[in-house]
């Protein structure tokens, strides 16, 4: 019967999504369905069954002729094969590793600067002066945010051959190939909110590191930064890859009107991210070589961070509101 | 088994002719067809459906919901007042047609 339904949908798939198609397609299906639960009863294989009651469904340009559907409401939107699925996942699988590293980096490239100068202030380093610490931190921040930038790149054109799914919408389901996706996104569930949940309290720990570092000797409190923007990396990774994943499953079962809204959505916490992370970089380096606050204003970082994140979870929100 | 082409023109004759004996639902009236002509002509679904459409459109037919035994909800179909005239005219035509096509069937080739 499986294969009647799909065989169904498929033909509708083309078809506006009005309530006049569905209820056809409804009726179409009950007919199909007790046609096909007589031919079973009549003796005939479920194959034979399913055989016939396809061959006698008929051509679904007559219904679009009869119902008056103009060519402009038949979307021909292309149905997507398991393969093609199976690599969009791929290959927001591999994105999602990439940016997170990506965002990894920058923060890593802050740490790193943030060690470098514990190291040379406590005397690690003999030999060099400060000042040489500082060139070479910089020049490693500098490494890894031209590196994530690489990364960031790369993936934006490994995913541009799915924009059609990512961003316009614009791609059908089998229905079966529909309900496999949606198994494997409720199989997916548990992970992504337990993982969200580690990410958020990771953060909301992070401080408790370099506290406790502090309070045994006040002088560790560069390797507690260290440790401590260490740990948000993590939970960035986390929320980077686990969300990313998270999300492609949606795009791929999201009808059309949600796509829409979704679009924006990404387009403005994407634009926010790209300028809201420069910012603050440039906030680092500037509140660091002018003014000297080497040993405070590395916390621009996690407050981004959290920022962002209540910016990006209280639009998705407000989105949703206004729908 | 007669080709849909050439029977185009009177699925609606048919149809009404069906529902002129009870009201009925898509599956039903199939059938019916299918007995009747003794599995020479099996109508397809989407050419039944457009034909309930352009029938109701033009009010020849109108459509009700009734629950079956079974509990599923099926749409009905009836003949209305000038669904019946629309049938005579059909039937006369078919009179025409089959004597001037008659005309030009040769006896000896049946």
Known sequence: MDTIINYVDNMFASLPKSTEMRQLRDELLANMEEKYHELKLAGKTDNEAIGIVISEFGNIDEIIEE??????????????????VDEYLQVSKKSGQRIGIGAVLCIFGSAMFVLLLGLFENGYMNGLSMETGMYIGVILLLLCVATA???????????????????????????????????????????????????VV????????????????????????????????????????????????????????????????????GAVASIIWP????????????????????????????????????????????? | MISSDVIRGYNDTIILYLLLEKESYGYEISKRIKELSNGKYVIKETTLYSAFNRLLKKGYIESFHNEQTFGKKRTYYRITESGLLYYHEKCREWELTKEVINQFIREDYL
């Open chain 1, 67 to 84: 119902f008056g559907i103009s060519q402009e409401d038949v979307v021909t939107q292309p149905l997507l094969t398991e393969q093609e």
């Open chain 1, 149 to 199: 930038v690489g990364l960031f790149i790369y993936s934006g054109m490994k995913l541009d051959k799915y924009k059609f799914i990512s961003l316009k919408g614009n791609f059908d389901l089998p229905i079966d190939l529909k309900s496999k996706i949606k198994t494997m996104k409720d199989a997916y569930q548990p992970t992504f909110t337990t993982i969200m949940i580690v990410g």
């Open chain 1, 202 to 269: 990771l953060i909301i720990l992070s401080p408790a590191v370099l506290l406790t570092m502090i309070t045994f000797n006040e002088h560790l409190a560069n390797f507690g930064v260290f440790i401590m923007l260490a740990i948000v990396s993590v939970a960035v990774y986390l929320f980077v890859y686990f969300g990313n994943m998270y999300a492609a499953y949606d795009k791929l079962l999201k009808d059309n009107s949600q796509q829409t809204k979704e679009k924006d959505e990404d387009r403005v916490i």
């Open chain 1, 279 to 323: 910012l603050a970089v440039i906030f680092f380096l500037i509140s660091g070589f002018v003014y000297g606050q080497w040993y405070i204003n590395w916390i621009v970082f996690p407050i981004t961070g959290l920022l962002f994140a209540m910016f990006s979870g209280a639009y998705s929100i407000l989105v949703r509101k206004a729908e």
